[in-house]
């Protein structure tokens, strides 16, 4: 077992769609490296490389959703994570409304936070983006999040 598929097998994290809203488009991306990082005021934070097409819409508009996906919801994940939203519109077929402030909510989710951007530092190859909470619903009490495990996305193919 290489390094990154034991740090995501003993460091468990859920599987996310992050969406975004940049004047009229909107795009969203998958990402398991979502946490709480402060009580007062309530603070998410979400780990995101810069060339993804979605930081530039967050970047941009100071605005971003995490819709927790659930245990059933693979597919869903994937959908949203191998194609870029440059290229495609990943929200075709998929129903979805919106949140107060605009940023796209995937109604199959099984809740969601939407987040005004306070704050972001580079950590590596990535930019870690921290948003207080402005809107949040659970949409589906029983259901169970979906919890990443590199099989699953990425099969034998180590990082």
Known sequence: ????????????????????????????????????????????????????????FIKNSKIFCINTLSKDQIDLAKHFG???GRSINKFENIPYTYSLKGCPVLKDAIAY??????????AG?????????????????TAEPLIFKWDDFFGEVES
């Open 1 to 56: 077992m290489g390094l990154q598929k034991t740090i995501t097998t003993y460091i468990p994290q859920g599987v996310f769609v992050i969406t975004s809203k940049l004047n009229d488009k909107i795009n969203g991306m998958t990402a398991a490296w979502v946490s709480q990082v402060s009580f007062r005021p309530r603070l998410l934070a979400v780990s995101i490389a810069p060339q993804r097409y979605t930081y530039e």
């Open 82 to 84: 191998f194609k870029s």
């Open 113 to 122: 936070f939407e987040c005004q951007v306070i704050s972001e530092c580079q």
């Open 125 to 141: 190859d990535h930019m870690i983006i921290i948003g207080e909470i402005t809107d949040h619903k659970i949409l589906k009490e």
